[in-house]
């Protein structure tokens, strides 16, 4: 199989070779420098040829035959290289270097073949023109380095490369800017991405100033690297770039030639796989074996130089003043020195002298906690000593413990747990310098080599040491960090303040820009741990060789770090004494427990009440939670228990919120940066609950060193635990990452101040006027106030927030949490934020009042009695609506035969009454009518009033006076009573029988 294999190559070498043999005849010989050689493709089977390839195609023939070549796998050593013709590997001459199997790319005077940078499209911007606007965002060479974009464009290094068996790559970066986002991936020749871990493509974040090494395996076959970067600009600050160097992968073939040494550097051993850097004051050019001096006399070079530079006149530039240690009678001095290296001449015309030295002077005291013993140095108190730094160091009484930490005010020298340094991306001429120098009452920036260096103070701290009484489990503050400073500037200088916990990556906790006055700031240490403070100040960020914000300076007038467990004591503070009548040693207090001042006794502090740290002794250190707050077991922090009660007149409300969840999530937007970068706000709210509900912020970018579940409980150096948090999220996709980013978190409330309905509450006012009208006035608006004490550039009283819960039946028990239209980010001064949560579940209890009865027909001597919720219904929960209740009643039968009865006897009556008139009149009627005929047969009319009656009439005619009255109701109904006994005439009253007159009335 093998040697058939080889017969089908060498055949196929051969025809390539013999095809030109008739339209070569004519042509020279080939010499030896009009081709090279090159090895073919590998084939299933390892092996390869070696073949001639010409200069210029058609200039000559006769070229070598194809001749096996080495195996696939097979390298040269670093330091040597494959000499084709013989096939052997040979050393580099001087002046060149190779690293073997590897290539190094580590000059950036320009792009190197191979390297293309690529800006993507932001595809999330609302318009086109947004997307012109990263067409000049790239990758940009800047001699020893190459710096990525400043802007929130995406913008890919992509390098390609073919391995003949694994390898890696591995580079120095600077990523110093978290508002950049910076990873570093592998595509294969088809476009799709290897398979990495987090650590390994997202780059973690570096210290200002300082460069790290990263560093991948590579498989064989095509590699395509990537380094991508992308911002996130949420306001007008620039960003810091990402700076790039010494890329140098391993794995390739073969090297067939070696590289020279750039100008500069320098090799001087054949077979070197590195070049050198000239010394100072010397310089080389191309491929050079040895550097040249220049002539020191008018001339300089800094290290790694390529020419010689001609030496200025000095100016008050090129030196600086400090103040000298303090000598054995306790005096100091001010003097001035030159930069070094010293590259100005003194002695030319319009040259700067030196100033001459100070006077001397007293030196000022020792640093609280220090002692000087009428020595020229100040020396720290033994242990459970103390003293202000003008004293000897004392014991502390009894009852007492010293209160360690370090408070520094007075800075004749550098204290020894303080480091200072210079550095610079570009070179490395301020190495050598310190950042800072001491000056008396203050220590200040230096005078650095040009103005964008980076002068650096540090501070270490290797742990904190709570006082013995505090409880470290209930502890909410382990230590804080007090300094006192102010910026000077006429550039765009800014003085950096970052942190470094457990010595794992270094993050910005505030930054101050242009001119500052004095002013203090203080950062609270949360976790007991190792920690680095930095100090890191820079005049401008702009590339510069020259120094024209010399007078730009940043001072530092004390530095007070408290708790620290290998600090000094500047006093004495009051602990817990044990029962024991005799016993004088400090005992711990247990958790929530305060010390009382007459007998130094534990006593817990009162229910609702937190235990503040930093404050004075006795009761006055238990502090009351606001309204509607309740403290926890360990009296740590106030916190609401979702309950609320509010009274007004004969009514009260009770609410329950713990169906809205003790957490809620408010992502807002999209939002759109200035040039079209889509992003969002996501805003984590823990509304009820203690410690262990506070909501997490994390950063899954640049917090590469924990792991998932720490970057859950929010354990990282860049999360952030608090009852109302904030990060920036970037949609996967949009700018060409594949996850979804989440970055810049911030902390917008760690502290509970209470619950109410008032629309100002300690110094926090809500707008109404920024949310929509209530739909009813029955229910009030409650407002969650919340605040942090954490100060910030922009926010000096720390930032606050209010969550104003309302009632909205609509919404369902977790409801919708929403910001002001007015404010899309939340806030609209940028330090107070505002929250809307409409809910049902922020209804009140129900009651009894909040429901009515209603009362159905009686059917069948039943009725049934129904009970409903009154509309709208403004509640949830507690009391529920009554069942259906069946009561007995008089049904509709009963009452419409007594009506009917009734009204069957009034007809009765009504008709019997009418017959009985009806009668009446007409016997009346009859009557008159007889005497009206006796009348006639007289012949005589009767007098107008009275009438006669004639004689002869019958018996049961009248002969007396009638007299008729009307009769009474109760005389009519013995009239009827009469006529039922047979009587069928009226009772008519007669006067006597000699009346003449009947008189009707």
């Known amino acids: 199989m093998r040697s058939s294999a080889r017969l089908v190559a060498r055949c196929a070498l051969l025809v390539c070779t013999l095809l030109p043999i008739d339209w070569a005849k004519g042509q020279q010989q080939c010499s030896e420098t009009e081709y090279y050689y090159e090895y073919t493709e590998c084939d299933s089977t390892g092996s390869r040829w070696r073949v001639a390839i010409p200069q210029i195609p058609g200039a000559c023939s006769g070229l070598p035959e194809p001749v096996r070549g080495t195996e696939c796998t097979f390298s040269c050593k670093a330091g040597e290289f494959l000499e084709m013709s013989a096939q052997e590997c040979n050393q580099c001459a001087a002046g060149s270097y190779s690293l073997g199997s590897g290539i190094r790319f580590d000059q950036w005077d320009s792009m190197p073949a191979g390297f293309s940078s690529l800006a993507t499209s932001l595809e999330n911007g609302p318009g086109r023109e947004d997307r012109l606007f990263c067409n000049s965002s790239s990758w940009v060479p800047q001699g020893n380095y190459l710096e990525s974009n400043r802007d929130e464009c995406t913008v890919s290094l992509i390098y390609a490369v073919h391995l003949k068996k694994q390898g890696s790559v591995s580079f120095e970066y600077q990523y110093p800017d978290s508002s ?35 560093t991948v395996n590579l498989k064989s076959g095509t590699n395509i690297l990537y380094w991508r970067t992308g911002g996130v600009l949420m306001g007008t600050k620039v960003v810091k770039p990402v700076l790039l160097k010494n890329i140098q992968i391993q794995g390739v073939a073969y090297t067939s030639e070696c590289f020279p040494c750039k100008p500069g550097m320098f090799s001087r051993a054949p077979g070197s796989s590195t070049c050198e850097p000239c010394p100072r004051d010397t310089y080389s050019g191309h491929g050079a074996s040895s550097c040249t001096p220049c002539n020191t006399t008018t001339q300089y070079a800094v290290e790694g130089s390529a020419v010689c530079k001609d030496r200025p ?23 001035y020195k030159w930069i070094e290296p010293k590259i100005c001449l003194e002695g030319v015309p319009g040259a700067q002298m030196l100033p001459p030295s100070g006077e001397r002077e007293p030196c000022p005291p020792c640093n609280p906690g220090f002692y000087n013993n009428d020595t020229a140095t100040c020396s720290p108190c033994p242990a459970g000593t103390y003293s202000d730094g003008t004293k000897p160091c004392e014991q502390c009484p009894a ?104 010595r794992k990556s270094t993050t910005v906790v505030e930054s101050w820009e242009k001119t500052k006055q004095r002013q203090t700031y203080t950062h609270i240490m949360t976790k007991n741990a190792s920690v680095s403070y930095t100090w890191a100040f820079q005049r401008t ?110 009514t009260t409300l009770t609410f329950d919120f713990s169906r809205l969840g003790s957490a ?61 948090c904030q990060s920036t999220i970037i949609p996967a996709g949009g700018r060409g990452f594949h996850t979804a980013l ?36 029955k229910v009030p608006d409650v407002n969650f106030y919340y605040r942090s004490f954490e100060a910030t550039s922009s926010c000096e009283s720390g930032r606050s927030a209010v969550v104003t819960l309302r009632c909205n039946p609509e919404k369902s028990g977790k409801g919708e949490l929403s910001v002001p239209s007015l404010c899309p980010a939340g806030t609209c001064d940028g330090c107070t934020f505002h929250f809307l949560w409409e809910s049902s579940g922020a209804c009140p209890t129900c009651t009894e009042r909040d429901y009515h009865r209603i009362e159905e027909a009686c059917k069948g001597r039943q009725q049934d009695v129904l009970y409903v919720w009154t509309e709208p219904k403004l509640c949830i929960g507690g009391v529920s609506l009554p069942e259906k209740k069946t009561l007995p009643c008089e049904g509709v039968e009963f009452w419409v035969r007594l009506g009917a009865g009734m009204g069957t006897f009034t007809a009765v009556l009504l008709a019997s009454l009418t017959c009985y008139f009806w009668k009446k009149n007409k016997r009346l009627e009859y009557k008159y009518s007889r005497l009206v005929m006796s009348a006639n047969k007289e012949c005589e009319m009767p007098v107008a009033d009275s009438c006669a009656v004639m004689e002869g009439e019958n018996d049961g005619d009248m002969e007396d006076e009638v007299m008729y009255t009307k009769p009474s109701i109760l005389g009519k109904l013995k009239a009827m009573a009469s006529k039922g006994n047979g009587e069928n005439y009226e009772n008519v009253q007669l006067n006597s029988s000699q009346s003449k007159a009947l008189v009707w009335s």
């Not at 040693?585 to 929530?592: L, M």
């Not at 305060?594 to 006593?603: E, G």
């Not at 969002?680 to 609950?689: E, T, V």
Request: glycine residues 8%; negative net charge.
């Open 664 to 724: 809620g999530t408010l992502m807002n937007g999209p939002s759109f940066t200035s040039k079209g970068t889509k992003y969002f706000r996501l805003f984590n709210i823990s509304l009820c609950g203690g410690q262990s509900h506070l909501a997490v912020c994390s950063d899954n970018v640049t917090d590469l060193s924990v792991s998932d579940s720490q970057r859950e409980k929010g354990e990282g150096p860049s999360a952030v635990k608090a009852f109302i």
């Open 313 to 335: 006149p000095c100016s008050k530039k090129d030196y600086f003043q400090i103040h000298t240690a303090c000598d054995h009678e306790g005096k100091t001095q001010i003097i």
């Open 180 to 214: 950049l986002l910076f990873e570093f991936f592998i595509q294969n020749d088809q476009c799709q991405e290897m398979d990495q871990s987090a650590d390994t493509k997202w780059l973690k974040l570096t210290n200002h100033g300082e460069w790290a090494t990263h």
């Open 541 to 650: 960020n702009q590339p510069s060789d020259v120094r024209r914000y010399i007078n730009d300076v940043a001072r530092i007038f004390s530095i007070t770090v408290s708790n620290a467990v290998d600090g000094v004591s500047s006093s004495c503070r009051v602990c817990a004494l044990s029962a024991q009548p005799s016993s004088s040693a400090c005992v711990p207090c247990s958790p929530g427990h305060y010390i009382d001042t007459l007998n130094s006794q534990c006593i817990e502090c009162p229910p609702n009440t937190y235990l503040a740290p930093h404050t004075t002794l006795g009761l006055d250190a238990c502090k009351a939670c606001g309204p509607s707050s309740r403290s926890d077991k360990d009296h740590r922090l106030c916190y609401s228990d979702c309950r609320f009660t509010h009274t007004e007149g004969n």
């Open 742 to 777: 989440s970055s810049q978190s911030i902390n917008l409330a760690d502290t509970f101040l209470g619950a109410t309905i008032d629309d100002n509450f300690e110094g926090i006012r809500v707008k109404p006027e920024l949310y929509p009208q209530r739909s009813s006035k």
């Open 399 to 502: 009852g007492t413990e010293p209160s360690l930490g370090y408070e520094y005010k007075w800075w004749n020298v550098l204290p020894s747990n303080m480091k200072t340094s210079c550095f610079n991306v570009g070179n490395s001429k301020c190495d050598s310098m310190n950042g800072w120098e001491v000056a008396g009452d203050h220590i200040q920036s230096g005078a650095g080599s040009s103005d964008n260096d980076y002068l650096i103070l540090n501070i270490h701290v290797p742990g904190f040491k709570l006082p013995t009484s505090v409880s470290s489990h209930s502890a909410t503050e382990f230590g804080r960090i007090t300094f006192e400073f102010e910026t000077v500037c006429i550039g765009d200088c800014e003085l950096y303040f970052m942190m470094d916990i457990n």
